[in-house]
């Protein structure tokens, strides 16, 4: 039987989600866990593959398990296995061909900047630092440019063989309190796509760019051109949809 | 020269604010900043005697120190010298006689529970996880309970010689999302105040106590009625008022 969950996690203390040999990833502990309470190996996909230091809230995965006791009854004895900082908030029994990455229609990340000349032991962990006041209408105009089908391959790499074309379907920027927050939706993404769009619209928020520069870079399509790549710390995957 | 200063910190990897022999503290690590900028043993006072694992956004601090480059220079020098997980915020010069524990008017605490039947990672250090729903208006019934002067002997205790009567200036439950916030005000509070006083609204949220039993359990003025005391971790110093 097909089960499909919905997994949060601090990224803190992980190289990511995907599997690696001898580094902890959030797959490897779900699979460690699922090992655990069914004695079998079990192979976990996930909807997206967060780097290290990222976090979900709204990661979806996927897995084969024969289980006579009830999804809520796997919910718990999944979450009794994992550590503190990874979860499963919700699980319910897929169809048999349900694939979390090839099915996803979209994918929503948020990303968090915490905007104050000193920085804040309270956030560290969980937003991007940055000293200089950004203005967020200019990194709005930045971001309504995006919106759409376009070529990100200034913000990003594709896997071998395959286009750097994406569909933004909303991208915003908003200040809540000593925070500001992007959330942007598209299809799907690129390797490191939005931390290198955040990184271009700071420097457009805070001067170093204006727009143009910003609609320049994104036009040439050319990865040497974005500015730097925002840190893994403030991303979050909040939500992956599907029909 | 008197300093007064506000200070910001994730308490989880400290035994508290108050310095202590052979435990980090808050204290500790400020006054070891100090001693490293000016090579002198400065003492420093603050407002609250927040517990083990209890944060701040907004305690209050105040020393003497001879500093000759400006107060923006020392935050910048002091802040260099601070671990990842506490820091200044604002610094200012302060009349001779400033002290931020007796001259305050009021302290104001914020404590968070995570109200859902699952864990979260994201918010695991900075909140109390209750699975059972609360009732955020019987929690209400009883915060209203609270406000004003009155004999708070069944949720703290106080100094040796001195008396349990504190008054209350305001005290709210709110629900934001999967976060249910309390507010509080107070001239002062009771050592585990805030905790003991949030661990017995949230039996009544859960149903277990009626605002009855409530009342009852605090015109008792014993400390044995009390419920349980809530976890450090949702604990937020937020601010401390000066005439």
């Known amino acids: 039987m097909r089960y499909r969950a919905i997994v949060e ?68 004895a999944l979450n009794a296995n994992l550590p503190v900082d990874i979860v499963i908030r919700d699980i319910s029994a897929a169809s048999e061909d349900f694939h979390p990455r090839f099915d996803a229609l979209s994918r929503t990340y948020t990303y968090y900047i915490y905007n104050q000349t000193v920085r804040s032991p309270i956030w560290r962990l969980r937003s991007w630092h940055v000293t200089r006041p950004l203005d967020v209408e200019l990194m709005n105009g930045a971001a309504e440019l995006i919106i759409g089908e376009h070529d990100f391959a200034t913000f990003g790499q594709a896997p071998q063989g395959t286009n750097t074309i994406r569909n933004i379907k909303n991208a915003r920027w908003q200040k809540e309190g000593l925070q500001i927050t992007f959330r942007i939706e598209a299809n799907a993404f690129l390797d490191r ?51």
């Open 193 to 243: 796509m939005v931390r290198s769009l955040v990184g271009s619209m700071k420097a457009v928020g805070e001067g170093s760019w204006t727009v143009v520069d910003f609609y320049n870079a994104f036009l040439a399509k050319d990865r040497g051109k974005a500015a730097m790549t925002a840190p893994a710390a403030g991303l979050f995957l909040t939500s992956v949809s599907y029909e």
């Open 9 to 76: 996690y601090d990224g803190t203390n992980y190289s990511g989600f995907q599997r690696q040999l001898t580094k902890p990833t959030v797959q490897g502990e779900i699979e460690k866990a699922l090992l655990e309470i069914s004695r079998l190996a079990v192979s976990v996909t996930g909807a997206g593959r967060t780097d290290s230091g990222v976090h979900a809230t709204g990661q979806i995965i996927a897995f084969d398990l024969n289980w006579r006791h009830g999804s809520s009854s796997l919910l718990k």
